[in-house]
């Protein structure tokens, strides 16, 4: 076939594809009609407007490579049903709590167990819903009502910016829908924003909102949906300066940042001058005195904009119509597979995985649970070189700690404290990039005996509102000292532990020391992995 | 590391730091925590180690060049800054001094709340530089400070910071274990890479237990595993059991984790020990100077301090930078009161310690609708140390506000790496192009400011 033959065959196709796709609403899940989907979604894309963006991509280039997208070798023997197990649990949780492994395996396998996580709908958590709605009321109040009860008082706001990570720890810790918190930890990182301490700034009440209503409501709906909350919620509005963006004198944090950090990735098809654009698209998307967006007219530039090689008609349409362009672009799917593979795979996620994970968000405009599942049952996730081959983040390793040990937590405050010390506070990253999920960003000569702290005080009670209760401990009390440490590596770390930990471990099983074997455990080189 | 787990890292793919995003791979970092760096000399007294210092400080998210160095003299500068412009005398929104002269200059101020460091720039101790930074046009905050502090551009394939690359290239087999530190809870990228260095915000009361669990002895027994996955493998019926295929990536996981905590044992007990050494001046409260006083009192221990890095965030001023005595303003005071307390407290130190004040990028010459200012290209760098070498008020290429990039920003005239590669060869008389410290940049001394002099060899 000729160079000019393939072209118009592509743009058959293209044209095909358009005319097929005409949404309600570009941010409406169009398969069910989703009753949660944002009710400001009124731009109808056009059939032209559709086939613009499929041109764009064909001219980039960005959709080829998507079919090759086989397995590529998978190295060294399988995982047996346990270490599977062990392998969903470490990854797809925070953690396994004591006895969990085995009833896991005792109940279908990790495959029932994750397809169940995969509809966290379908798991009751309403002990945990009690818990949270009595603990954290905010988390059931409009941002008005919020600001009314809190805003006023300095130690009422203070409620809101020590109850938040208490909140977020709480729930990665007890929830049943296990899968689901570390999505969310995934995603709140992801479109990350910061609570400020101050008196001037409405986020100290915003952000409990965002938490509640961008991260967590979209978690399991599309992309596209939790990019457009995030995009209108007046937390990120105001963190990124939309707010004050306006003709001409537009601002660019948020129309760059949208760009590099939540959808294409940095430097990857757009240029300077399209950051330029698409502020001045954005101008006039601002938050009203209700904290309800509203398009303000008057703020913004007028005329076409061209950005993206696509000329952006002015008004609210045309910044509807940028947004759902990032959110379908090719190199988003690209990016964000990139970014989960890493997340729940290995640092340096296989490619051949990356492309197939790519190629179903692509597909379906960011269907995340089918985007999840593409990648929980990959032959990559099981396999052995994947198998606790992640450094765990302070956040991770503090939470895997209380669930290992079944603690007891009246409040949150001290590990979320301890957290921040270690480099990860919640919801204050000093930078909209979010954390980065390496090992190298988290594994520092010295960061270690923090670690190990954490794990000594918590199991002598000085971690502030956690404790290990005393039924932690009798399960070992009457074994003899071999099947003592035996038991509490099966428990606590699935698999086997380094020599030099088993000798310290043996050491203080001699002495039926649990709490000084539950110490070493927690700080051991083999806790640190997941 | 027997070979076969060499070549396992490899095959599987397996790395610490994924490699598109330049993060070092799990070999380069096995390399690094396996080497011997910090033992002690038989016969070395490690207390009689003099070296020169070289300290920056990272001023992150873009400090406003032109909110801190002024061109007071330009009218251009009042047509572009609307909003948040200086003045050398009581006008403007609040009607205060928004800017004082520098060394006397009616073209060039800084801004009022950079006041302490007056002293310092009348003894020709603090050179400030002017369209300084990156030819690489990134204008992300994430992509423009890792190029700095990797010393390279984009996509370039250097993945280790470039004090850790000066770290690297001049180890020697004894070294002092605090070559290399920071005074913070996590390494910045600078100081990343094969060479350990410290993040000595880190302590344990346990630090005996914590020895034992975390000592270089368990290495011993890699070989023995490595024969015992061979005999697993066997056991498991595996007909094309190849051995070199599994090393346990597990094991190895875990062994990089014991060997990056058995590196930190000796570098906190160094610290410990210096930081006995007594504080001489009066530093603000806050992060920078938490930072600083530690660096200061390792300095003054003479146990061997090269390099470290001092960091402070939240100069990303999109809205509400201010002008006179505002928010960048008032950071700027921070800043000043800093470098002044630790030039007091090295005292005689100063000698051999050179402080680079650094950040990602200059902002817009105009200010936006929210007296602030959006992402640029050239920016400004101070330099702090006795051997610099003050001839004129400002250092670096200026050829006035019309001068801009893209008509927005303005023009970057001196890379970085020019500044870089000056206080190495100065500093610690090492050739930065030629051992690889500053790669695939071409440049030689010809490139050089000259805002310092060369140091004396030590002994």
């Not at chain 1, 940095?266 to 998307?285: C, F, H, M, N, P």
């Amino acid at each position: 076939m000729s160079h000019r033959m393939t072209q118009r065959w592509v743009l058959w196709v293209l044209l095909l594809t358009a005319a097929l796709l005409t949404p309600a609403s570009l941010f409406a899940d169009d398969t069910d009609g989703n009753p949660d989907a944002p009710e400001l979604g009124h731009h109808k894309l056009t059939p032209e407007e559709s086939l613009r963006i499929r041109i764009l991509e064909s001219q980039a280039g960005l959709r080829t490579g998507i079919t090759k997208a086989q397995s590529e070798t998978i190295v060294g023997p399988n995982l047996d049903d346990r270490e599977k197990v062990i392998q969903a649990l470490n990854r797809l949780s925070f953690g396994p709590r004591p006895g969990e492994i085995d009833q896991i395996l005792n109940s279908g396998g990790w495959e029932t167990w994750a397809k169940a996580q995969l509809n966290p709908d379908s798991i009751d958590d309403s002990d945990l819903d009690k818990q949270v709605a009595a603990r954290y009321p905010w988390t059931h109040m409009t941002i008005t009502k919020i600001q009314e009860q809190y805003a006023e008082d300095k130690e009422d706001r203070a409620q809101l910016y020590e109850g938040l990570p208490d909140s977020v720890l709480y729930r990665a810790a007890f929830s049943k829908r296990e899968f689901k918190e570390m999505v969310v930890d995934f995603w709140r990182n992801h479109f990350a924003i910061d609570q400020p301490h101050g008196n001037d700034k409405s986020r100290s009440w915003t952000a409990v909102d965002y938490e509640e209503n961008v991260i967590r409501k979209y978690a399991f709906g599309k992309f596209k949906q939790m990019l457009f909350a995030s995009a209108t919620h007046p937390a990120m509005l105001e963190y990124l300066d939309q707010q004050l963006s306006k003709a001409n004198e537009w601002n660019e944090n948020y129309a760059r940042e949208v760009m590099e950090l939540h959808t294409l990735g940095a430097d990857r098809g757009y240029t300077d001058r399209d950051v330029q654009e698409l502020s001045k698209i954005l101008t006039g998307w601002r938050y009203n005195a209700n904290y309800q967006f509203a398009f303000d007219p008057a703020w913004h530039q007028p005329g076409p904009k061209y950005w993206l090689g696509m000329t952006i008609p002015e008004g609210y349409a045309g910044g509807e119509l940028a947004l759902y362009t990032l959110a379908t672009h090719r190199n988003t799917a690209q990016f964000i597979a990139e970014k989960l593979c890493r997340y729940f795979v290995n640092d340096n996620p296989p490619e051949a995985l990356v492309q197939r994970v790519a190629t179903v968000f692509h597909d379906t405009e960011g269907d995340l649970p089918k985007v999840y599942a593409a990648i929980i049952f990959s032959p990559e996730f099981m396999s052995r070189q994947n198998y606790r081959a992640k450094f765990k983040t302070p956040l991770q390793f503090a939470v895997s700690s209380l669930r290992a040990t079944d603690a007891n937590v009246q409040s949150m405050n001290s590990t979320a404290l301890v957290i921040a010390q270690m480099g990860e506070p919640i919801y204050e990253c000093a930078d909209p990039t979010g954390y980065r999920d390496v090992a190298e960003s988290w594994m520092d000569a010295g960061v270690l005996t923090k670690r190990w702290d954490y794990g000594w005080d918590l199991v002598r009670g000085s971690v502030r509102g956690a404790t290990v209760p005393q039924s932690f401990y009798d399960r070992y009390q009457s074994l003899k000292p071999a099947d003592m440490e035996q038991k509490m590596i099966v428990d606590l770390i699935g698999g086997d532990v380094g020599d030099r930990e088993l000798k310290s471990l043996q050491s203080a099983a001699a002495q039926s020391d649990t709490q000084r074997m539950l110490s070493i455990l927690l700080g051991s080189p083999s806790f640190q992995q997941r | 590391m027997s070979q076969s787990r060499r070549d396992f890292l490899k095959a599987s793919g397996l790395v610490i730091m994924a490699g598109a995003a330049g993060y070092l791979s799990t070999d380069q970092f096995v390399r690094g925590q396996f080497a011997n760096y910090g033992a002690t000399h038989p016969g070395a007294t490690a207390d009689s180690r003099q070296r020169p210092t070289l300290v920056t400080i990272f001023l992150r998210g873009g400090a406003d060049a032109l909110n801190a160095l002024v061109p007071y003299g330009d009218p251009l500068y009042y047509k572009y800054r609307t909003h948040i412009a200086l003045y050398p005398n009581a006008q403007g929104k609040n009607g205060a001094v928004g800017v004082i002269p520098l060394r006397g200059s009616s073209y060039w101020g800084m801004n009022a709340g950079m006041a302490p460091l007056t002293p310092l720039i009348e003894q020709g101790v603090l050179m400030p530089f002017m369209n300084v930074g990156s030819i690489d046009g990134t204008r992300s905050h994430f992509s423009a400070q890792d190029n700095m502090e990797r010393a390279s551009l984009s996509h370039s394939g250097v993945t280790s910071g470039w004090l850790n690359r000066y770290l690297e290239a001049t180890k020697k087999p004894y070294d002092a274990p605090l070559r290399g530190l920071t005074a913070q809870n996590l390494v910045p990228r600078a100081l990343r890479g094969e060479y350990p260095v410290l993040a000595g915000n880190n302590r344990t009361e346990q630090m005996d237990l914590f020895e034992d669990l975390y000592n270089p002895k368990n290495l011993v027994n890699m070989t023995a595993r490595d024969g015992a996955t061979e005999e697993r493998g066997s056991q498991l019926g595996d007909t094309d059991y190849k051995p070199e295929e599994h090393a346990l990536t597990s094991d190895m996981e875990r062994d990089v984790i014991a060997l990056s905590g058995s590196n930190s044992v000796e570098r906190i007990k160094a610290l410990e020990k210096a930081e006995a050494t007594p504080t001489n001046a009066q530093y603000p409260r806050g992060g920078l100077g938490d930072q600083l006083r530690t660096i200061a009192k390792v300095i003054k221990a003479n146990v061997g301090l090269e390099v470290a890095q001092a960091d402070y965030g939240g100069w990303d001023h999109h809205s509400d930078e201010g002008g006179a005595g505002g928010k960048h303003a008032k950071m700027l005071g921070e800043l000043s009161a800093n470098l002044v307390a630790f030039n007091a407290d090295l005292g005689s130190h100063m000698d051999r310690t050179l402080v680079l004040v650094m950040t990602e990028f200059g902002r817009t010459v105009a200010d936006n609708g929210a007296s602030g200012t959006d992402h640029g290209r050239g920016g400004f760098m101070i330099a702090m140390g006795n051997m610099i070498n003050a001839k004129q008020p400002i250092s670096g290429v200026w050829k006035g506000m019309e001068d801009l990039d893209s008509g927005r920003f303005l023009p970057v005239h001196t890379d970085f790496r020019a500044v870089f590669a000056e206080s190495l060869t100065r500093l610690f008389h090492v050739d930065p192009f030629k051992t690889g410290i500053l790669p695939a940049y071409r440049a030689g001394a010809s490139d050089f400011l000259n805002f310092m002099n060369q140091l004396p060899e030590q002994a």
